[in-house]
């Protein structure tokens, strides 16, 4: 960990001298008005430190959390007792999952009734300390969706948690006294004599009788008291009654506490369709009665309702800034997205631009609509993109329209009204497709547009409520739009453009030139015209109008580029667009090495910008040094310097864009700090055998990415057009664009993404 932390301080180090020597002050962040019982900011409580990441409870995972996280953060340790009284922390009584207990004592295991409930398993009461404690028994990850890679930690002590500098705020629950008390063992005991100098600050329970008992310790100046609440049909132990007629009765609980820590859903309900329901009065009614109230069960990879669109700091905002009520604080598994929520962002989606770094949109606002429709666009400009684009597809019969993809299977309605369409096209992509060129305009207007899935699928599901809203788009409209609407520009995809001249007579080139030069935004000296393709002899038809930027598209994994090669791209475009590997590169998609790649600075020296894409919010699409948060990503990208991020997710690009926790921000709580590259792996490589061998690097970008045959004459060749229509059954949707393969570990993880949901959703 020493290393680590070492390596993170440098890395901050650097940022913070850059910041000295050129960095402006970021305006000051508005002052915030907190609606807690006492008006100050809410508090982040680490569940067993960073358990996002770390093993729960173990030492990495507070120590993380501590140099990670709001100052104020408290670490929050749920005590367990050894057969000899001894305290430690882990989140679960049985020690089945988080640990190794199972492998070492095998023959060990015991069913206890648990305040009513036989419960199966490995538990601490049966063992002595110097069993337990010892270094046999190691912290592993009990969830399977998370890394497995930093199983191996001892067991922390409560009191080990005062070897940090400066000591943590700490936050003890007691989740089974009676239990305890039963078996001869008092954890009130352990805390007021076994935890040498760690007096914690809170002290929570969901058993009344406990919280009743340290009631005069409280009087003398002790730790705030927490009445926990579980579930609402759950019976407390000492009254017999369950929490939800407990919680009608603030007054009675005023009575022995000082405050309640509550699963959020009784704050923000969640319906069977996975929307958030209208707030309930908890909080107002707990502030009224001088009751704080905490809020658990936050984590990243726990995306609980769809109106978030997978941005984890949406879910904190929602409980801080919703203008009714502020919680006093999160119980949460990822302490740094907490913490930034609470210091980095607010909900006013106008306030100053802080990065410069253009936003771009893939399909618009793809991730909350389908990709490419009117409304998606509309949205998009909404959510503060600088740049709409349009893949431009034709038809049968001509018309140039936006869509993602020429292949409409995974977009449209397509799969049910146009089967037959169903044809395989190797120079366009791998599996069958329905492609817009066999389809006229008015086949394709019957058709209803789809919000995708994420690509590659993880199993998650966007936006159900939007799954076919939106109109789809001519080109000539989406030109139309951009030239009514406050956009800064347009970015216009040109793909397959030899294959449908030569096999299906269409000219793409010309409908675009014609498209474009009618519409005159070339003379709008304001609004930029960006035109991508994979093909630079597509480009070079875009070379004689200056409005016009050409992006060349590099559609595979490359690593870096040679000096000179860089200075040849000027030839055939003035700006690259990179898969996000192309930048920084990854691991087997699990951690990012320890560099990046000389590409931008490579491409900036020719005077040549950058792009990279796409981003996206879901966890499952993060390497584990991104902490399931995108901000972290957007942080990393934006200070690699590269010129814009192609994104489905415009709103969270433009929070972080606005958001004035810059690496080169001064006196502030807290920065969104960029990764450093491989900091992550090599603190893991110097743990026992457990990193994942380091991938082969990636080609270079070479003269075949830059050079193309010219475009062939336009003709209907059909002799070898294998668009024989397909007999096997519907085809399974992919994107047209990604070559990326789909790795073992993202395999593993939809296999595992389903039951993890199921588990944590409850
Ligand atoms: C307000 O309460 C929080 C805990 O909810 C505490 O950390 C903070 O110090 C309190 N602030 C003041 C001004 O009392
Ligand atoms: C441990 O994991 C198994 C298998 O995933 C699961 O059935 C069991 O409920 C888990 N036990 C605990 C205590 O989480
Ligand atoms: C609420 O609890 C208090 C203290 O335990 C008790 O005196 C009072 O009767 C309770 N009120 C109701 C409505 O149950
Ligand atoms: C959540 O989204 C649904 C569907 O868009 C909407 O009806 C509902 O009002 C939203 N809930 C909140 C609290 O914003
Ligand atoms: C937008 O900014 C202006 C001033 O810059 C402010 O008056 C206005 O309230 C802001 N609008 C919203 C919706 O926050
Ligand atoms: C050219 O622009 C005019 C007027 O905006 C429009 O009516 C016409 O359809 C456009 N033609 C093409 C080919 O886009
Ligand atoms: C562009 O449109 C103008 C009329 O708006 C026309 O005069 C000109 O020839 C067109 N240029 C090209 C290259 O099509
Ligand atoms: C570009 O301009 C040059 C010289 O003006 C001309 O010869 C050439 O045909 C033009 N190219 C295109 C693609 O319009
Ligand atoms: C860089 O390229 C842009 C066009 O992309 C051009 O306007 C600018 O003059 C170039 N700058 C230099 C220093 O070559
Ligand atoms: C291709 O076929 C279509 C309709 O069959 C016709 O309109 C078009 O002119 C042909 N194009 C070429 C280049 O032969």
Known sequence: MQTLLHLLCFSYLIYTTMAAANGRPNPAPPKKIWLTLNGSQPVVIARGGFSGLFPDSSMDAYNFAQQNSLSSTLMFCDL?????????????????????????????????????????????????????????????????????????????????????????????????????????????????????????????????????????????????????????????????????????????????????????????????????????????????????????????????????????????????YNGQFTVDGFLTDFPPTASESIACLSQEKNSTRIQKTLIITNGGASGDYPGSTDIAYQTAIDDGADIIDCSVQLTKDGIAFCSESADLIATTTAASSFIEHSTSIPEIQKSNGIFSFDLTWSEVQSLKPQIAKPVPDNGLVRNPANKNKGKFVTLHDFLELAKAKAVGGILIIIDNAAYLASKKGLDIVGSVTSALNNSTLDKQPLKKILIQSGDSSVLSNFKNNTAYQRVLYIDREV????????????????????????????????????????????????????????????????????????????????????????????????????????????????????????????????????????????????????????????????????????????????????????????????????????????
């Open 559 to 762: 690593g870096g580029v040679p000096n000179e090669l860089a200075q040849e791209v000027k030839k055939y475009a003035d700006a690259v667009r990179l898969h996000r590997n192309g930048i920084v590169l990854d691991y087997n998609d699990m951690f990012l090495t320890a560099k990046f790649s000389n590409i931008v600075p490579a491409m900036k020296a020719a005077n040549i910008s950058v792009y990279v894409g796409i981003l996206k919010n879901e966890f499952t699409n993060f390497v584990f040094d991104y902490y399931s948060d995108p901000y972290v990503e957007l942080a990393t990208f934006v200070s690699a310097a590269v010129d814009g991020l192609v994104t489905e997710f415009p709103a969270t690009a433009n929070a972080y864009m606005r958001s004035p926790c810059t690496p080169t921000a001064k006196n502030l709580e807290y920065i969104i700090l960029p990764v450093n590259a491989g900091d992550l792996y090599s603190y893991l490589s110097q743990l026992t055998g457990s990193a994942p061998a380091p991938a082969p690097d990636l080609p270079l970008i070479d003269t075949s990415d830059l050079v193309d045959p010219p475009l062939p004459p336009l003709s209907n060749d059909t002799t070898q057009d294998s668009g024989s229509p397909s007999t096997s059954p519907a085809p399974t949707p992919t994107s047209a664009s990604s070559s990326i393969t789909i790795s073992t570990w993202t395999g593993f993880l939809i296999a595992t993404i389903s039951l993890y949901l199921a588990l944590i959703r409850h």
């Open 80 to 320: 367990q007792l050894t057969k000899d009284g001894i305290g430690f922390c882990l989140s679960n009584i049985n020690l089945q999952n988080s640990t190794n207990i199972q492998d070492i004592f095998p023959e060990e295991g015991n069913t206890y009734n648990v305040n009513g409930i036989d419960t199966k398993g490995w538990f601490s009461i049966d063992f002595d300390s110097k069993d337990l404690l010892a270094d046999k028994i190691l912290l592993k990850q009990g969830i399977l969706s998370r890394s497995p890679f930093f199983d191996g930690a001892k067991i922390t002590a409560p009191m080990d948690l005062l070897s940090f500098k400066p000591p943590p705020r700490v936050w003890i629950n007691v989740e089974y006294d009676l239990f305890l008390h039963q078996h001869k063992l008092d954890p009130a005991a352990f805390i007021a004599k076994g935890m040498g100098n760690l007096h914690p600050d809170y002290i929570s329970s969901p058993e009344i009788g406990f919280l009743k008992s340290l009631q005069p310790t409280v009087q003398r100046g002790g730790p705030k008291l927490i009445f926990k609440i579980l579930a609402a049909d759950a019976v407390e132990a000492t009254t017999k009654v369950d929490y939800g007629s407990l919680l009608k009765n603030l007054t009675g609980i005023k009575s022995f506490a000082s405050g309640i820590l509550v699963p959020k859903q009784y704050i923000w309900p969640v319906g069977k369709d996975g929307y958030l329901q209208p707030a309930t009065s908890l909080v107002a009614d707990a502030h009224k009665q001088g009751l704080e109230v905490y809020a658990s069960g936050f984590a990243n990879d726990n995306a609980i309702s769809y109106n978030y669109s997978y941005d984890p700091t949406r879910e904190y905002l929602q409980y801080i």
